[in-house]
């Protein structure tokens, strides 16, 4: 179970939290690379959807200046 966690270190620790064990499917943060990918596009949609410089405002905040949701194949762009 412990290797099916996006935040697994592969040695039961986690990448994500400052915790000595990973507590696998009791932990709020568990969550599968599919479960993460999904989450992520649905983000990616959301942040597509705002207007563009809502997004040049959230990609140089967070992103480093960059959009990944541009680029995803799951975007549809704004439009007015």
Request: with cysteine; glycine share 4%; charged share 25%.
């Amino acid at each position: 179970m412990v290797n099916k966690c996006f935040g697994s270190n592969g040695r039961n620790g986690c990448n994500i939290l400052t915790v000595h064990k990973c507590l696998q499917d009791k932990c709020s943060f568990y969550k599968s690379t599919k479960e993460l990918e999904e989450d992520r596009k649905k983000a990616y949609l959301l942040l597509a959807a705002l207007p563009p410089d809502m997004q040049r405002y959230i990609s140089d905040k967070y992103y480093n200046g960059k959009m990944p949701w541009s680029n995803s194949k799951c975007v549809v762009q704004y439009s007015r």
